[in-house]
């Protein structure tokens, strides 16, 4: 990372490896041509290890939300009933998308900082049956908590067996393991901005053959989010409609530099740099907002404590170079979040924890320098130890430069 750029770590957008950069500033080439069709078939092939799947998948040029629209129009009717479990801010607004749209939207609303519990999905789906699909949020970025979609899809499946299971991962698919076709889930969301370390511009999405069936079925409008026509185009090379050229040359080489590293790699970085962050921030006197047994892998928020009023903090974190964010909603003011995720290496993780302990100690706070930066150094050290060693391929000189240690 260039000195003069900030340690951007937010949930999304992340910040680009150099060769990802580069690769977006190519000259633009014919979207009908060999060469695209040859690096369509390069991501689209390349993001089924990730998602779990041996299912098409499909590329969008929208937002992770349009992503989220997509699923919603493509697999349901108007009238359709749909049980919404919502656990922050995200999962409000894959709800809200199908109500627009004209489903019968029943909400499961879980505590913010709480998973969603997979006996309170069966239950809600036994005590009142006939839902046409369940929408969950894996990674909920507004609280800093990562469903068990494996176990509500289970709970979902032995109770509704028919009703689509509805999963938004965009910011959680390729930073942490995902099994969409051994969990049974219908279809997943993810977008370009987050683990994929590339530009926000595109959703990919991946369906089921039951995700597929319900495509032909579905009544709800649909023209340039219809999954058919994305599906029907990629079989040729193609997209529907005029992509985002750029953003696709840079997930390109974000999935090169993935399989580079290795899958299980990319996924132990996560893993010690979400456990780097939540022991650096404990260690500052922080406490953590989300329930501790389902910590996000990508974003870890903490409550503002007494005396920390969030513009200040904010202003003084961004003067030494470090950028957070702030809570959501009902959340603004009372909590800051910490983005591990995408590019991120466990530096970049201690550098923030140095800034945030040597803000605190400016405002106030009585900390024992060293203390914080130590304690996430040592969780770290503990998941890197422990992870299990790959085969990957060695990456190239270049990929060195690119692909974080």
């Known amino acids: ?109 879980v505590e913010w900082g709480q998973a969603a519990d997979p006996q309170a999905v069966r239950e809600a789906l036994t005590s009142d049956p006939g839902y046409r699909a369940v929408l969950l949020t894996h990674n909920e970025t507004s609280t800093g908590v990562m469903n068990p979609i494996r176990d509500l899809a289970a709970a979902a499946r032995e109770t509704s067996p028919d009703t689509l299971i509805l999963v938004d991962s965009v910011s959680g698919l390729g930073a942490v393991p995902f099994e969409m076709d051994a969990w049974g889930v219908d279809l997943v969301v993810t977008g370009s901005q987050k683990a994929w370390m590339a530009a926000p511009g595109l959703a990919m999405i991946a369906a089921s053959e039951r995700g597929w069936a319900a495509t032909e079925t579905a009544k709800m409008p649909r023209f340039y989010l219809d999954l058919r026509s994305h599906r029907e185009s990629a079989a040729l090379g193609q997209t529907p409609f005029t992509p985002a050229i750029g953003v696709v040359y840079q997930v390109d080489e974000g999935i090169r530099l993935m399989h580079a590293e290795g899958k299980d790699n990319v996924f132990a970085r996560h893993e010690a740099c979400a456990a780097a962050a939540r022991a650096g921030l404990t260690a500052l006197g922080f406490a953590l907002f989300a329930d501790p047994a389902n910590a996000s892998k990508t974003v870890t928020a903490a409550n503002l404590p007494a005396g920390h009023d969030w513009k200040p903090f904010n202003t003084a974190i961004k003067s030494h170079g470090v950028v957070l964010a702030g809570g959501q909603g009902k959340l603004t003011g009372k909590i800051f979040r910490l983005g ?3 590019s991120v290496t466990v530096g970049e993780i201690l ?35 422990a992870a299990v060693p790959t085969t990957s391929p060695a990456p190239s000189e270049a990929d060195r430069a690119a692909v974080p240690a």
């Open 340 to 342: 591990h995720l995408g």
């Open 1 to 109: 990372m260039d000195r003069f750029e900030p340690n951007l770590r937010i949930p999304g957008p992340t910040a680009l490896p150099p060769s990802v950069r580069e690769a977006g500033g190519r000259q633009m080439i014919n979207h009908r041509g060999p060469e695209f069709a040859a690096m369509l078939g390069r991501i689209l092939d390349g993001m089924k290890p990730f998602f779990g799947t041996t299912q098409d998948v499909a590329m969008l040029t929208c937002a992770g939300s349009g992503g989220l629209e997509a699923a919603v129009v493509n697999t349901l009717s108007p009238g359709d009933r749909v049980l919404a479990v919502s656990i922050g801010s995200f999962g409000d607004r894959f709800a809200k998308i199908a109500g627009i749209y004209g489903a019968d939207v029943t909400k499961l609303d």
């Open 351 to 385: 550098d923030a924890i140095a800034v945030l302990e040597r803000v605190a100690a400016e405002q106030g706070r009585r900390i024992e320098p060293g203390t914080a930066v130590a304690a996430a150094q040592a969780a770290a050290l503990a998941v890197q130890t």
